[in-house]
């Protein structure tokens, strides 16, 4: 309680409002998890590194899965790590996404568009 003083001059005590900032951390920790939001977190900053991605199976569903597969394992990780997501301590593949807890799975492959006979 902080003390102001009063219209009538008198010292009134009223509570202290909540710093900005704990108030949207308190929102942001209440709020609910959109589907799929982990997800498009991943994409966005994939894509925004210019990091080439396949979300695997393809699916029509695309929040079905939390696979994707990159060229670069390393590459891929480091930027999801700079993004906010956190390296699972038992897997070099799992990170979470820091905003919400929910998890997405890098693995390294090769893709491209199959070759047709000529």
Do not use: W
């Not at 979470?96 to 492959?109: E, H, K, P, T, Y």
């Amino acid at each position: 309680m902080k003390k102001i003083l009063a219209d009538d001059g008198e010292l009134a005590e009223a509570a202290e409002e909540p710093q900005a900032s704990k108030t949207a951390e308190r929102e942001s920790f209440n709020r609910p998890v959109a589907e799929g939001e982990h997800l498009m977190n991943a994409e966005i900053a994939l894509y925004r590194a210019g990091i080439p991605f396949l979300q695997l199976p393809f699916q029509q569903d695309k929040f079905a899965s939390n696979l994707f597969m990159v060229l670069n394992l390393s590459k891929a990780k480091a930027c999801l790590q700079r993004a906010g997501f956190q390296s699972k301590f038992d897997s070099e593949t799992v990170l979470f996404d820091s905003r919400n807890g929910q998890a997405v799975q890098l693995i390294q492959g090769r893709y491209g568009l199959p070759r047709t006979k000529s």
